[in-house]
């Protein structure tokens, strides 16, 4: 595949009427625009067209049992999307949470492509909260289908610098809107489930969910038995190098990496610490010299940390490294989503 990928930078990351135009443009043709939203950037194509979509699993050698998210910036253009009445439970979470790093599994209308949700009689449904994604969809005028602008197995983009490592030549348009906010994608809840089922933790919390509408089941992460999100079984988020996670409190963490540095150190291993100031001080403090690291910020600041994950796994993956040992964060609120993609790079690896 080798496409001429053009690159259209946003000044501050606004919304530029000519720029959106041409990207709105190549939307309607049936063409593939990566574009910032508030959590990762997205890859997208009209979710109507059959072979936009086709266009999106090419470029990410995405496999096609993989269902995509379909982004929306307006209420009509949702309802358009759902067979029957929306569930009350949409318009509740919709209007709470939207614009937002929600998405919403609800029964697919038959104009929806199949292919969109891989056979799915459903179809998840978010509208992001990035003045550049909005700004695109109303302007083009469809319902975008776009699932994180990495290819398949990479960390979800923060920056249109990572987007064009993956994608340049096999996609036609990049908008470059500077890094995004949240850093790791959208919670995605089933609303066909009852109670809801939370298939992925992100920026909106189970507590949040919780509390909108009482009690919300969890989906089991991996092992046997159905798997109730088709994304939940594939290899995301794997760093080249094992990636080893070191559990506990600050005290913990930073002994935890003393001791594996030492210990590695001795074998004439080159170590890697993707870890949080604090513990970067501590081991520093107590003479650890990683190989490289990387600093996720302040530990108590979650959405700093969460953030700058994917930068730093994919700044890993630029090391020669034998191996990178990761921190663990407390699990509450955005800690959840934190950890989920965490144990997803680390397990996946031990499952080949
Ligand atoms: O934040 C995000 O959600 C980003 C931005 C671009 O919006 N998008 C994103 O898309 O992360 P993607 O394709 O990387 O992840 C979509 C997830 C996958 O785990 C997929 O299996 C699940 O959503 N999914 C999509 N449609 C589904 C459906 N009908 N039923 C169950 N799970 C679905
Ligand atoms: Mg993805």
């Known amino acids: 595949m080798s496409k001429a990928t053009r690159i259209l930078r946003l000044a501050s990351g606004q919304p530029d009427p000519n720029t959106l135009a041409e990207a709105a443009a190549v939307l309607r043709r049936g063409g593939t625009v990566a574009f910032p939203t508030e959590t990762v950037y997205g890859l997208g194509a009209d979710a109507l067209q059959p072979e936009a979509l086709a266009g999106i699993f090419a470029a990410k050698g995405r496999p096609l049992d993989n269902p995509l998210i379909v982004h929306i910036a307006g209420w009509e253009q949702a309802e358009a999307l759902i067979a029957g009445e929306p569930p009350p439970l949409f318009w509740r979470l919709g209007r709470l949470f939207w614009p937002g790093p929600l998405t919403l599994v609800v029964p697919r209308h038959g104009r929806v492509p199949a292919a969109v949700s891989a056979g799915l009689p459903t179809v998840a449904i978010r509208w992001p909260a990035h003045p550049v994604a909005e700004a695109l969809i109303k302007l083009a005028a469809v319902a975008v289908a776009a699932p994180s602008a990495n290819l398949s197995g990479r960390p979800s983009p923060t920056t249109a610098e990572h987007v064009e490592v993956d994608l340049a030549g096999r996609i036609d348009l990049i908008l470059d809107g500077g890094p995004t906010g949240v850093g790791i994608e959208s919670t995605v809840l089933d609303l066909t489930r009852d109670p809801p089922l939370l298939l992925r933790p992100g920026g909106i919390t189970r507590e949040m969910l919780a509390e909108a509408v009482g009690e919300v089941a969890v989906a089991e992460a991996a092992g046997s038995g159905p798997v109730p999100s088709p994304g939940m079984k594939y290899r995301h988020y ?115």
């Open 238 to 352: 794997a760093p080249a190098a094992p990636l080893r996670l070191l559990a506990g409190d600050e005290a913990a963490v930073a002994a935890a990496a003393l001791n594996e540095l030492t210990g590695g150190r001795s074998a004439g291993l080159r170590i890697g610490l993707l870890a949080s100031r604090q513990t970067l001080r501590a081991v520093a403090a107590g003479g650890g010299r990683p190989g490289w690291s990387f600093d996720l910020g302040d530990r108590r600041d979650l959405a700093a940390v969460a953030a700058s994950l994917y930068r730093g796994l994919r700044q890993a993956d630029a090391q020669d490294l034998d191996l990178i040992l990761g921190e663990c964060f407390p699990e509450a609120g955005l800690g959840a989503a934190l950890m989920d993609r965490l144990r997803r790079a680390a397990d996946m690896q031990d499952n080949g």
